[in-house]
């Protein structure tokens, strides 16, 4: 699986967006980004995920650039639950497992 | 409730002995997978199984040991307990090949 690098840490206001990096240039053609996010020590939890186009849901965007390098994730409009470790992975296909890095801490402030 | 119920929430238990976590994927799941995650550590990759058979290892120690069952649920046997064992364990489970994994909400394992 190709490796990821994102963020320690970042700060973000309540209400505005969330601009969460990651960086994934050895990625292959046939590598999905997928992002999950753990909130304190509860379970992982899926939040989208994409191979060449944008993509968006009830619960985020995600945008990859068109040399697929890298990719945002984007939190609209956060509020305080979701702060979070928030963690970029690139998988070949469904037979893959996810290997979770050490993630983005995202601290949403009042 | 994520669907994927895993037993017991808490468990506190001593140096050398042995203990079996549960977990119930989410119905009609066929795949489970095993994490672990001390203490401000990532989630490393345990195991995997697919409709009772093993499908891929990770950093799993040879003192662990895992199964799935008919019923699909899956037990992670941990033995010869060390300190360094004390981590969250997570169970998740997924449809044959499919997009995400749905996480239970763990074991907490205290080895003291």
């Known amino acids: 699986d190709a490796k990821t690098t994102q963020p320690t840490s970042m700060d973000c206001a309540e209400g505005r967006a969330a601009n969460l990096p990651c960086n994934h240039s050895t990625i292959s053609g046939n590598e999905y980004v997928y992002w999950y996010r753990q909130i304190h020590s509860q379970g992982p939890q899926y939040i989208i995920h994409?191979?060449?186009n944008n993509e968006t849901n009830e619960m985020a965007s995600l945008i990859i650039t068109e040399d697929r390098k890298s990719s945002t994730l984007i939190l609209p409009h956060a509020t305080l639950r979701d702060t979070a470790v928030y963690y970029c992975?690139?998988?070949?296909?469904?037979?893959?497992?996810?290997?979770f890095g050490s993630g983005t801490k995202l601290n949403v402030k009042p | 409730d994520s669907g994927v119920t895993q037993t017991p929430k808490h468990l506190i238990t001593a140096t050398g002995q042995r203990v079996t976590l549960r977990c119930s994927p989410r119905s009609g799941d066929l795949s489970v997978y095993w994490y672990q995650q001390s203490l401000d550590q990532g989630l490393q990759f345990l195991i995997q199984y697919y409709n009772g058979e093993e499908r891929a290892k990770g950093n799993i120690l040879e003192r662990f040991s895992a199964q799935q069952f008919p019923d699909l649920h899956s037990e992670l046997n941990l033995s010869s307990l060390e300190l360094g064992d004390s981590a969250l364990y997570f169970c998740?489970?997924?449809?044959?090949?499919?997009?995400?994994?749905?996480f239970g909400s763990g074991t907490r394992l205290t080895v003291v």
């Open positions: 994409g191979l060449k």
């Open positions: 998740a489970s997924s449809l044959a090949y499919s997009d995400g994994y749905t």
């Open positions: 992975i690139v998988r070949f296909d469904n037979f893959n497992k996810f290997y």
